[in-house]
């Protein structure tokens, strides 16, 4: 653990007496935005594949260093994977403690894929006539800024930029000789796009060290319209690994087609079993539970999306028909085929009976649906199909007993979780993005992704809240992911509200 060190805070009363305005708020964001892009871009250029752990040591040494420079003491939490990062900041007579969570990993790349010479070198580009983008120079002058600009590298919006928007409002914050009338916990995580899987274990080892009375992610895109957003909970995510089994090894379809089956079409058969045409999901009781009242609809209703915009940007005729809004359809669990493989396909084709498929499913949770309670009405249903469960691949004793044959692996990565519109932390976070912006930030209720939370908000008992910051259309975990700099203005000036808000 490094040395402690306590700021003087001789200002923290006037700066709760006077909190700054929208005016100011967005004068210090520009006056800071050029020298957090020169650190921005300095972050982005080191490698964070979480699987690696040369890439994780080399974040950890930066981010340590990052916080402490700004008077927080860090402590690493050793996991049974890579290590957690604890950062404090300790303000006199507080009493109250706000938990932040960052993710400083990133999805892994395709260099090929990338329109640059590297994921891991940043680029500034800007979008040309004709709609594709021209690599431009970094800004050497506030003035040379254009806010339409965007910084193409893995992490600039999931999640590097949320971390670097946060230590720019905190440099305003110093700067301005403010401080938070609250103390702050800042828990840094590795393998957040592995799923975060020593997290929970790391949560209940440590409460009392991660103890506090709220929770604030800083990460996630943006409402679609780009204007200020908060959202109040997430859908969890378990996954299953399905396989069927046909011959021992793949047979010649002259010879045995219409003798052997095929595990392919077994496959698509069982999947297409589970649910109609309209896509609800058609196993008995999978949607208990679940019950959108008036009030719940209306407040859905409060998100402006576009239909019309939403089916037309993602390339669809109609949508399915488990609700009659986006928003309602993000409520109710979900189960996505994610993946299919058996025998081969393009130039690698054979005229084969396959020997087995393979399918990946991943079902997002809500906080009414039990992870384990829908596993088992899946597992269930495949047994009513018909199926034999084995353990890895069938011996030959279930090769000749059993018609049909299914190997059944599944994980609970993490649950869902959920915060009311009118706790605690709503109010005070609303209102922060008000006094910024001017307006009352866009609030939804859940979103649709998910993200590993729920140690947090059952382990410690505390509600959470996600303050997202990043442009809709940034691509994340895709080639070319990028962060449009105005949001990154943006998201400093959102971060520095945050934190000149009185708890």
């Known amino acids: 653990m490094k040395a402690l060190v306590l700021f003087c805070l001789p200002f923290i009363s006037s700066a709760l007496a006077a909190q700054p305005n929208a005016e100011k708020l967005e004068a210090w964001s520009k006056d800071h935005l050029l020298a957090g892009l020169d650190e921005l871009k300095e972050c982005l250029s080191i490698p964070n594949n979480g699987l690696y752990a040369d890439h994780v040591e080399k974040n950890m040494v930066w981010t340590e260093k990052a916080f402490a420079d700004r008077g927080f003491t860090t402590q690493r939490i050793e996991t049974n994977g890579m290590p957690l990062l604890l950062a404090n900041y300790e303000v006199r007579k507080s009493v109250k403690t706000v938990l932040v969570y960052l993710q400083v990993d990133g999805q892994p790349v395709d260099s090929a894929e990338w329109q640059q010479e590297s994921p891991y070198l940043p680029v500034l580009k800007a979008s040309t006539d004709d709609d594709d983008w021209q690599k431009i120079p970094w800004p050497e002058k506030p003035t040379d800024i254009n806010y339409e600009s965007r910084v193409f590298a893995r992490s600039a919006s999931d999640a590097k930029g949320p971390i670097i928007m946060f230590l720019k409002a905190l440099d305003i914050m110093k700067e301005q000789k403010l401080s938070p009338n609250y103390n702050l916990k800042v828990i840094m995580d590795f393998e957040e796009e592995l799923g975060s899987p020593h997290l929970p274990a790391a949560v209940e080892k440590n409460k009392e060290l991660l103890a506090a009375d709220m929770l604030i992610i800083f990460d996630g895109p943006m409402h679609v319209t780009n204007r200020p957003t908060l959202t109040f909970g997430a859908r969890g995510i378990a996954t299953i690994t399905l396989t069927t089994f046909g011959p021992r090894v793949p047979q010649h379809s002259g010879h045995y087609g219409n003798y052997a089956p095929n595990p392919a079409l077994r496959m698509s058969q069982l999947l297409a079993s589970m649910k109609d045409e309209q896509g609800r999901v058609t196993i008995p009781g999978y949607y208990d539970g679940i019950v959108l009242d008036q009030a719940t609809k209306e407040i859905l209703k409060q998100v402006p999306d576009d239909e019309v915009f939403i089916k037309k940007k993602i390339g669809i005729a109609r949508t399915d028909a ?41 079902v997002r949770l809500v906080p009414e649906s039990d992870a384990e309670r829908l596993i088992d009405l899946i597992r269930d249903h495949i047994r009513s199909q018909g199926y034999h469960f084995v353990e890895g691949a069938p011996d030959e004793a279930e090769r000749s007993e059993y018609d049909k044959l299914i190997s059944f692996e599944y994980d609970v990565s993490y649950q869902a979780f959920r915060t009311a519109y009118d706790s605690e932390t709503g109010l005070w976070l609303n209102k922060a993005l ?16 998910s993200i590993p939370i729920s140690p947090f908000v059952t382990t410690l008992g505390i509600p959470a809240v996600s303050v997202p910051t990043v442009n809709p259309d940034n691509n994340q975990h895709s080639p070319n992911e990028n962060l449009r700099t105005g949001n990154f203005k943006d998201g400093i000036k959102t971060y520095l509200a945050v934190l000149t808000e009185a708890l």
Not at 326 to 354: F, K
Not at 434 to 449: D, H, L, V
Request: glycine share 10%.
């Open 322 to 362: 488990i609700a009659a809004t986006y928003q309602e359809s993000i409520q109710y669990p979900s189960l996505n085929i994610r993946g299919m493989s058996s025998g081969w396909v393009g130039d690698a084709v054979r005229t084969i009976i396959p020997d087995k498929a393979v399918a990946e499913i991943d």
């Open 434 to 449: 008000k006094r910024a912006f001017g307006q009352e930030p866009i609030r939804i209720r859940m979103a649709g992704g």
